[in-house]
């Protein structure tokens, strides 16, 4: 039996990374900032700069940042603006299982693009590879799981503080753009923190630390100071400072996200009259749903429930309207507890 059902859950998994892959490949914007605009950037130095020790390190992290943020992202603004979260609430699809298969999808095409990246640089640049062999990969992959968990967090914390979708795509798109740009890729990292004020700014990038600790790795400086260029990335010798501080970014986002989302369920479980008028279902209308023969159908009696409900009062009116909104709050309130 348990034999069984966890056969059962493997073939759902599958069945959701598939539809995962689906909904990510079809999208060509996915592709052309996941993969096109991160490694045509880095191609185009390389190709003049080809022994660059921070390139390439720079190029790929970006790429991680980017596709772990955005695919997590885009996801739950999707979910939001099309309401799939209430279909899946009508499922008997473990809540545990839909958000193991996003991770996972997550954490795999991620890991395809740097993989892809790092295989075209080091297939037509010769001094990558020995930059490589000479590199410390413990740092390079502490820095990398730290950058991951970075952009979870950093996905999060927007997805539920800016309710628009349309803003919250511009903020995460800011974030990749001046990650690329200031951090390593489109400009020289070196010249970029000569410029002191521009330094000073960038402390509080939440991406720095991260970029700076797989930077540090490629080139095996385990106290953030180059010695071949005598080259500091700001933090004077202190090799734990980075870490500390890239610790206490994951921390901070993820905390402000968790007062945001307990502070918008508590509104939501406090309204019980709201809840009461949203979720009344009364015989009749139960009835009526259990003898529909489709989707659509079910779909219209809903809308025809709630308009009645909405046209009970202005009072009431306002209330339903209020808590349909927050609804997606409950869900997620949902996921989060069925997941552990």
Not at 59 to 84: E, M, P
Not at 127 to 134: A, C, D, F, K, Y
Not at 174 to 182: A, D, K
Not at 299 to 325: A, C, D, W
């Amino acid at each position: 039996m348990f034999k069984q059902s966890w056969i059962h859950y493997w073939h759902i998994f599958v069945q959701l990374l598939k539809i995962q892959f689906l909904y990510w490949s079809q999208n060509i914007m996915n592709l052309f900032l996941g993969i096109g605009v991160s490694l045509y950037t880095m191609i185009c130095w390389l190709a003049f700069k080809s022994d660059d020790p921070f390139l390439m390190i720079s190029g790929i992290s970006v790429g991680l940042v980017r596709n772990a943020l955005y695919i997590h992202l885009k996801t739950n603004l999707d979910f939001r603006s099309k309401k799939w979260d209430n279909q899946l609430t009508l499922t008997p699809l473990p809540a545990w299982l839909n958000n193991l298969a996003s991770v996972t999808f997550n954490v795999l095409s991620t890991m395809f693009i740097c993989t892809f990246m790092l295989v075209v640089a080091l297939i037509f640049f010769d001094e990558q590879r020995t930059l490589l062999g000479h590199s410390n990969q413990g740092m390079i992959w502490v820095g990398f799981i730290l950058a991951w968990l970075t952009s979870y967090v950093i996905a999060s914390f927007i997805f539920i503080y800016i309710k628009s979708n349309k803003l919250g795509q511009m903020v995460g798109l800011s974030i990749y753009f001046t990650t690329m740009y200031f951090l390593g890729l489109g400009f020289p990292f070196e010249r970029i923190i000569s410029v002191k004020w521009l330094n000073y700014v960038l402390y509080i990038h939440p991406f720095r630390y991260v970029m700076n600790i797989v930077q540090a790795g490629f080139v095996d400086s385990p106290n953030f100071f180059y010695q071949h260029d005598q080259f500091d990335f700001g933090y004077q010798g202190m090799g734990w400072l980075p870490y500390l501080l890239a610790v206490i970014m994951i921390i901070l986002y993820w905390t402000l996200y968790k007062i945001r989302f307990n502070y918008l369920y508590a509104f939501h479980r406090r309204n019980k009259y709201g809840e009461f008028v949203v979720k009344e279902s009364s015989a009749r209308y139960i009835s009526q749903l259990r003898r529909a023969k489709s989707s659509e159908e079910v779909k219209n009696l809903h809308q025809e429930h709630s308009e009645m409900l909405k046209n009970k009062s202005p009072s009431t009116k306002k209330i339903v309207e209020q808590v349909e909104h927050e609804s997606w709050i409950e869900f997620w309130f949902k996921n989060r507890n069925n997941g552990k």
